[in-house]
């Protein structure tokens, strides 16, 4: 598995694979998440792509996953209202991750990948996403509080992990 930033024309396939992640999540009781909207919408998603914020999970030439990831003194605004993290910025975010359902470890790729990037990654997600919840605390994630993020009027659990 590789990751690389994704390019427009890439686009058509990531918004299946949210497609089928909204599906996934459905069906683990968890289809509020994305499945609102059809969250994330194509014009979120082009606009990751631009920034190169985008970035896909590539395995014998195929897009397996997807993710957005940013890093720096606020990449996320709304985790700035939350005081239980042990660290300060600068910090990485994950966003927006999903995958085809084709082979294992996505997350951790790209959770290592986070890493390699800068020491200070946090993450966040909903109280039903049980299958992202038991991924992030196996791979050492310290849940610290609720967060509401600016598209949203739910509040889910934020996480951190340090190098």
């Not at 683990?28 to 998440?33: I, L, P, S, V």
């Not at 975010?93 to 959770?111: M, N, P, Q, W, Y």
């Not at 966040?124 to 992202?132: E, F, G, I, L």
């Amino acid at each position: 598995m590789e990751i690389v930033v994704a390019q427009l024309a890439d686009v058509p396939t990531l918004l299946s694979l949210y497609a089928r992640a909204r599906c996934f999540m459905a069906e683990h009781d968890n289809a509020y998440q994305w499945g609102h909207n059809g969250w994330p919408p194509s014009s979120l998603i082009e606009s990751d792509v631009r920034r190169q914020r985008c970035y896909k999970v590539v395995e014998d030439g195929q897009i397996i996953g997807v993710f957005y990831f940013d890093y720096g003194e606020n990449p996320e605004p709304c985790y700035a209202t939350l005081d239980g993290w042990s660290t300060k910025p600068p910090y990485g975010v994950i966003h927006r991750i999903a995958s085809a359902g084709e082979g294992k470890g996505i997350l951790a790729k790209a959770v290592a990948f986070a890493l390699n990037q800068c020491p200070n990654l946090r993450i966040d997600t909903y109280y039903k996403n049980t299958v992202m919840l038991d991924a992030l605390r196996k791979l050492g994630f310290r849940e610290v509080g609720e967060v509401i993020l600016e598209h949203d009027t739910e509040p889910r659990i934020a996480f951190e992990k340090t190098k």
